[in-house]
């Protein structure tokens, strides 16, 4: 069997990611007023550091689990972080919010050493 490639990962993904955004396109059909899915999640801290912001935002959709299971490089991560802003519904979470939950996240869940 041939392996798969990089390549074809990465087109699989974007698949998935568009059945996911179509789905999602469909919630928005809601009436008026009605709560969106998944809000941003209202944080009980005036400045939260890093771990707070990367933590609360990051478990809102699905386990934290989920996130810490990876190991990943900063431009895997960023991949990842634009999947979820752009077509899961998490764009609530600013561009200067993103830049510290990455370095965040290429800190503590990078490639193992
Ligand atoms: C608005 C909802 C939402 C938020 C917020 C969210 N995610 Fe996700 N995430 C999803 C969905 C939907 C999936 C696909 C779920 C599945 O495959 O079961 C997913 C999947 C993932 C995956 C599995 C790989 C993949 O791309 O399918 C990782 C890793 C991940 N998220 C990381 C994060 C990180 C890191 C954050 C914080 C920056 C985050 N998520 C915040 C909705 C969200």
Same mark, same amino acid.
């Given at each position: 069997m041939r392996p798969r490639? *990089?390549?074809s990962l990465v087109i699989s993904g974007s698949a998935l990611a568009l059945v996911w955004g179509l789905a999602a396109g $469909? $919630?928005?059909h809601q009436p008026a007023g009605a709560v969106p899915? *998944?809000?941003?999640?209202v944080i009980d801290e005036a400045n939260p550091g890093p771990e707070v912001l990367t933590r609360e935002y990051c478990s809102a959709c699905h386990s934290f689990q989920l996130v810490q299971a990876?190991?990943?490089n900063r431009a895997t991560w $960023?991949? *990842?972080?634009e999947d979820m802003v752009e077509q899961f519904g998490a764009g609530w979470i600013t561009p200067p919010e993103q830049t *510290? =939950? =990455?370095? !965040?996240l290429v800190?503590? !869940?990078g490639p193992e050493k």
């Amino acid at each position: 069997m041939r392996p798969r490639s *990089v390549a074809s990962l990465v087109i699989s993904g974007s698949a998935l990611a568009l059945v996911w955004g179509l789905a999602a396109g $469909e $919630e928005n059909h809601q009436p008026a007023g009605a709560v969106p899915a *998944v809000q941003k999640p209202v944080i009980d801290e005036a400045n939260p550091g890093p771990e707070v912001l990367t933590r609360e935002y990051c478990s809102a959709c699905h386990s934290f689990q989920l996130v810490q299971a990876q190991r990943l490089n900063r431009a895997t991560w $960023e991949w *990842v972080m634009e999947d979820m802003v752009e077509q899961f519904g998490a764009g609530w979470i600013t561009p200067p919010e993103q830049t *510290v =939950i =990455i370095d !965040y996240l290429v800190e503590h !869940y990078g490639p193992e050493k």
